[in-house]
């Protein structure tokens, strides 16, 4: 399994690093962390590995800010 926890600028580079487990002859689920930034990354992946990448926003629960201690 690949976990990326960012989405490369370059789309070769994404496609490298989810094709790992297949290189080693073993098949897997590659889950990538997208936030605002990486929505940019997104069709150039898409366009390279010719599919729409599955997209899931979190609960909302999730997305609450979190008080601050100091």
Not at 31 to 38: L, N, P, Q, R
Not at 55 to 62: A, I, S
Request: charged residues 20%.
């Amino acid at each position: 399994h690949v976990i990326n926890f960012t989405l490369p600028q370059d789309p070769n580079n994404y496609l490298h690093r989810i094709c790992r487990p297949g290189l080693a002859g073993t098949s897997g689920t590659s889950i990538s962390f997208a936030g605002e930034d990486d929505a940019f990354a997104l069709p150039p992946i898409e366009a390279l590995i010719g599919r729409k990448i599955q997209c899931e926003m979190p609960p909302d629960e999730l997305l609450k800010s979190v008080p601050r201690r100091h």
